[in-house]
């Protein structure tokens, strides 16, 4: 099965900081990446699958980039309510998360 | 609005079984694949099942093949999850997930709010 690793595990930033989550995978993965948030005791929420695809009603400060085994999700201008964990997800067979990264308020 | 209605959790003891379901409405169910993805308490993700449009594609994770089944009826509009042998490393909140086409892009665009499964004597 084809691993996922996220870096950082945490991080601290302030509102208006630049963030931005690294996703490495233990194989080439082409551009089937997504990124999720997830907030306490809440589902996950898609933000950006196929890599860099903003998903529907998802603020455009979200971006993600990469191919091939290094993919990145960048929040521009964090805000109050980005204060979340991220995962990333490969979308080969079976699926699979790497391990969160969550971000709190410095 | 897509909503999707996770039931049947519980507390359960070990090599017993139960049954998951998840009721979905705001969209044309028999349009898309669905999954079950699950989350132990404080860790992160694991995908469980996945089940194309038809039931014709369906897969599951090695931990939990074998013991877990997952079906669909499309009239009612509802996703299920057999689980049986249940051992303590399944305690997890479940979360019905719909993927983005019928056929399995494994790509989760809408989730329950989970149903909490302890497996424990």
């Known amino acids: 099965d084809i691993q996922m690793t996220q870096s950082p595990s945490s991080l601290s930033a302030s509102v208006g900081d630049r963030v931005t989550i690294t996703c490495r995978a233990s194989?080439?993965?082409?551009?089937?990446l997504n990124w999720y948030q997830q907030k306490p005791e809440k589902a996950p929420k898609l933000l950006i699958y196929a890599a860099s695809t903003l998903q529907s009603g998802v603020p455009s400060r979200f971006s993600g980039s990469g191919s091939g085994t290094e993919f990145t999700l960048t929040i521009n201008s964090l805000q109050p309510d980005d204060f979340a964990t991220y995962y990333c997800q490969h979308s080969y067979t079976p699926p699979g998360f790497g391990g969160g990264t969550k971000v709190e308020i410095k | 609005e897509v909503q999707l209605v996770e039931s049947g959790g519980g507390l359960v003891q070990p090599g017993r079984s139960l049954r998951l379901s998840c009721v979905a409405s705001?969209?044309?169910?028999?349009?898309?694949?669905m999954h079950w993805v699950r989350q132990a308490p404080g860790k992160g993700l694991e995908w469980v099942s996945g089940i194309s449009w038809n039931s014709g594609d369906i897969g599951y994770a090695d931990s939990v093949k074998g013991r877990f089944t997952i079906s669909r009826d499309n009239a009612k509009n509802s996703l299920f999850l057999q689980m049986s042998s249940l051992r303590p490393e399944d305690t997890a909140f479940y979360y019905c997930a719909k993927d983005q086409q019928y056929s399995s892009t494994q790509n989760f665009d809408f989730w329950g709010q989970g149903t909490l499964v302890t497996v424990s004597s």
């Open positions: 194989q080439s993965i082409n551009i089937y």
């Open positions: 705001g969209f044309t169910f028999d349009d898309y694949a």
